[in-house]
C-alpha cells in the first residue's frame, strides 16, 4: 500500500536514527522499504515487517514509482555520494529527502542539480534522537512548498502532534535545525556549570543530583526534557565516574557561529559552548600552560611542574 501521498518511501541508512525512522513509519501503517551498507541491520527491519534491499540498484528497481528517498546518512561526503547515485538511478517524480545534519548551502546546489534530473529535494532537519522512535520526531522542513505537501503524510506519520514545520525554500529546514542545535549547546553548558556547582559545594554531598534534576522539572522556570535525561544519568550514577569529561560536536555549532560573524549577531553564549567542548578533548591546555608561565614570569606566582620533564 502507498502512503497517502502517492509516495513510496524508502529509509537509507539504518543507524540509530533511521531505524527509528522506518519503525515509527511502519507503526504508523505505511509500507517502507530499507536499505543500510550493513545488511544484518535490514534484516533486523524485515523481520519487523519492512522490504529489505540490499543495493543501491535493488532499491530503485524495487519500490514503485514515485519514491521518497529518505537518506539518514553522515553529513557530507556519505550523504553526497548516496544523493548523487539516487539521482543517477532514480526517475521522474522521485523526492530526495536528506535528513543528516547537513550544511544548508549544500542544499540549495543539491535542490537546483537534482531539478535539472527531474527529481525533488527536500532538507529536514530531525530531532529526538534514539527516543524519536516512540515520542515523534521534530521536524523542520526546507525545499519547495509543493514537494512538502506531497511528502507531508511522512512527516505527519513521524512526527508527534504539530511536531513538524515548513521552514521555507531549500536549506530552511538544516538552517533551522542549526540554529536548534546551537541552542543546545549552550543549554547544556548551562546545566553542566549549574550541577557543578553544586556538586563542589558544601552542600553537593548532602543532596542527590539526581533528586535536584527531578525537582526542577516540578514547575521550575529552568525545567526541560533535558532535566529529564540528566535526571536519569544521575539515577544510574552520581558521580558520573565512569564517565569521561570528552565531548564531541558535529559541526552545527560551528556553522552557526559563521553565520553569526557574517550577520554581526552576537552570540557569546553558544561560541563559548562550543570552546568548552574543544577544550574538553584536550590532555594539557598549552594556552594555560601560557598563563602559568606568564604569572610565574611577572609576579614569582608558583608554577606546577610537569611531571614527565
Ligand atoms: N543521533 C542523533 O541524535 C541524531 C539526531 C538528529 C540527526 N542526526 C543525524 O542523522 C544522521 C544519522 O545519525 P545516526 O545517529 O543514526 O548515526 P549512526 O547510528 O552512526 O548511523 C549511521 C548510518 O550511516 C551509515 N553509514 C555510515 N558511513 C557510511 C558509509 N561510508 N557508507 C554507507 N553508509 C554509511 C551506517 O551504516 P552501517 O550500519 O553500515 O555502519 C548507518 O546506517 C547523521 O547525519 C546525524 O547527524 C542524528
Known amino acids: 500500500m502507498a502512503g497517502s501521498g502517492g509516495l513510496n518511501p ?61 537518506l539518514m546518512l553522515p553529513a557530507g561526503e556519505v550523504t553526497d555520494r548516496h544523493i548523487e547515485e539516487l539521482s543517477r538511478l532514480g526517475g521522474e517524480g522521485d523526492i530526495i529527502i536528506d535528513g543528516a545534519n547537513s550544511y544548508y548551502k549544500d542544499d ?15 532538507d ?17 522542513v526546507g525545499g519547495k512548498r509543493a514537494l512538502y505537501e506531497k511528502a507531508e503524510y511522512v512527516f505527519k506519520a513521524l512526527a508527534p502532534k504539530d511536531g513538524y514545520l515548513y521552514c521555507g525554500p531549500a536549506g530552511a ?10 541552542i543546545e549547546y549552550a543549554l547544556m553548558e548551562a546545566y553542566a556549570e549549574g550541577f557543578e556547582l553544586l556538586w563542589r559545594s558544601p552542600y553537593g554531598r548532602g543532596v542527590r543530583m539526581a533528586d535536584v534534576a527531578a525537582l526542577w522539572q516540578r514547575g521550575s522556570v529552568i525545567r526541560s526534557w533535558l532535566l ?8 544510574r550514577e552520581n558521580d558520573l565516574s565512569s564517565i569521561r569529561g570528552y565531548v564531541e560536536d558535529s559541526g552545527e555549532g560551528r556553522w552557526a557561529i559563521k553565520e553569526a560573524i557574517d550577520l554581526d549577531v552576537p552570540f557569546e553564549g553558544i561560541a563559548y559552548s562550543l570552546f ?34
Open 173 to 182: 529546514g538544516h538552517f533551522v535545525k542549526m540554529v536548534h542545535n546551537a
Open 276 to 309: 568548552r567542548r574543544f577544550r574538553s578533548r584536550q590532555e594539557e591546555s598549552f594556552a594555560e600552560k601560557i598563563l602559568a608561565a606568564l604569572r610565574a614570569e611577572f609576579g614569582g606566582h608558583r608554577v606546577f611542574k610537569d611531571e614527565k620533564t
Open 124 to 140: 529536514v532537519g530531525v530531532s529526538g534522537g534514539v527516543w524519536g522512535e516512540k515520542e515523534g520526531f521534530c521536524l523542520m
Open 108 to 122: 540549495i546546489l543539491r535542490e537546483k542539480d537534482l531539478e535539472e534530473r527531474g527529481l525533488g529535494y527536500l
Open 10 to 70: 524508502a529509509v537509507v541508512g539504518l543507524g540509530r536514527m533511521g531505524r527509528g525512522i522506518a519503525r515509527r513509519l511502519l507503526s504508523q501503517g505505511i509500507e517502507v522499504w530499507v536499505y543500510n551498507r550493513t545488511p544484518q541491520k535490514t534484516e533486523t527491519l524485515v523481520s519487523e515487517g519492512a522490504h529489505g534491499v540490499y543495493s543501491l540498484e535493488e532499491l530503485v528497481k524495487t519500490v514503485p514509482s514515485p519514491r521518497l528517498f529518505w
Open 228 to 235: 529529564e535525561l540528566l535526571e536519569r544519568v544521575f539515577r
